[in-house]
């Protein structure tokens, strides 16, 4: 049996498929012991885009230009070199790149000129390794008999399905970024009112909570840090509030965000306005709980149906049946 014969065998691709889903158990089980690292992480990368941001607000307010390229400069440094030049080469801002990508990559948590150097990159590249590995598999590894052009149309068709992979692979992100702020959000806003009511600013109030949400949604405590940052050193404050209703997109925030907006322009009582806006976070969260119960028992009737009345009926009928066939 030749190489290629033991590869396209069932017995091979059984063992294959057996290990990707032993390792996928294993990182499943053992991705908490990486996720203190992951924290870190994050709070490096808030630490840097608060410096950047810094750099930027001082290098506007002087007038410096050299500043404002040093900062610039900053923020593209974690890009490869090569990235870069395939971006500019075939002018891919042009081809993939509208005016929500940036803001998606914020959403996302993916911050930077070299973030977004990296997602055109891949969008870019995605679709040719995917088509390489195709017709690798199909033409040499498992042709099954089929026409060499009936191969490389299939092939074709899983690169065209790669052009899509980066952008469901940041749909997801942004997906899963945004459940775990939206699950924290009413926490930490009642977490801002009471600080708010006790005496504090928001500025500090955000920065408290901040810190005490961190364990709860690392994802709110980092966007929480940034607004700090941003409320600073930018001359409007309702800049930042509106950049965090950016980067979140949740509609909660953006409401709690157009509330402060509001009590800042017109100067109103910010701990009035937040009272407010956490009465109705809570009342979300209760209707949110309610729809999720009422949906429940829908939910229930098919595997009631499919695993428990069978198992029921045997229980019931079994004795009887054994009884009439030992007569």
């Known amino acids: 049996m030749t190489l290629a014969d033991q590869i396209a065998s069932s017995d091979f691709l059984i063992a294959v498929f057996a290990a990707i889903s032993a390792a996928a158990i294993v990182f499943t ?6 996720e203190r690292a992951e924290r870190k992480d994050r709070m490096k990368k808030v630490a840097l885009e608060r410096e950047q941001m810094r750099a930027r607000e001082m290098a506007r307010l002087r007038n410096q230009s050299d500043s404002r390229e040093g900062a610039r400069n900053i923020r593209g440094a974690d890009a490869r070199a090569y990235m870069k030049s395939t ?3 075939f002018s891919l801002q042009k081809a993939f790149m509208d005016e929500n990508t940036v803001e998606r990559l914020a959403q996302a948590g993916l911050r930077g000129q070299g973030e977004l150097t990296k997602h055109l990159f891949l969008r870019f590249v995605t679709p040719f390794v995917l088509f390489a590995i195709g017709v690798v598999y199909l033409v040499f590894i498992a042709p099954g008999g089929r026409p060499l052009f009936l191969n490389v149309v299939y092939a074709i068709g899983v690169g065209l399905v790669g052009a899509y992979l980066p952008v469901l692979l940041l749909r997801n992100k942004i997906q899963k970024r945004q459940q775990s702020v939206r699950s924290a959000w009413p926490d930490a806003l009642d977490l801002v009112l009471l600080c708010v009511e006790s005496g ?3 500025e500090h109030a955000i920065r408290r909570v901040a810190k005490e949400i961190g364990l709860q949604s690392p994802e709110l405590a980092e966007e929480l840090t940034l607004t700090t ?7 409007d404050r309702t800049r930042a509030y509106d950049n965090l209703a950016r980067r979140t997109g949740l509609d909660g925030v953006r409401s709690v965000m157009t509330a402060l907006i509001q009590a800042e322009r017109y100067g109103t009582s910010v701990g009035q306005a937040l009272r407010v806006m956490a009465e109705e976070g809570r009342e979300a969260r209760m209707m949110e709980a309610e729809k999720k119960a009422a949906a429940l028992p829908p939910k229930m009737t098919v ?3 499919v695993f428990f009345l069978p198992v029921l009926f045997i229980i019931i009928m079994a004795p009887a049946i054994i009884t009439a066939m030992s007569l």
């Open 29 to 34: 089980f053992g991705s908490h012991i990486f």
């Open 229 to 235: 940052a941003e409320l600073s050193f930018l001359e």
């Open 87 to 89: 971006v500019e080469r």
């Open 200 to 202: 504090m600013s928001i």
């Open 303 to 305: 595997p009631l149906i």
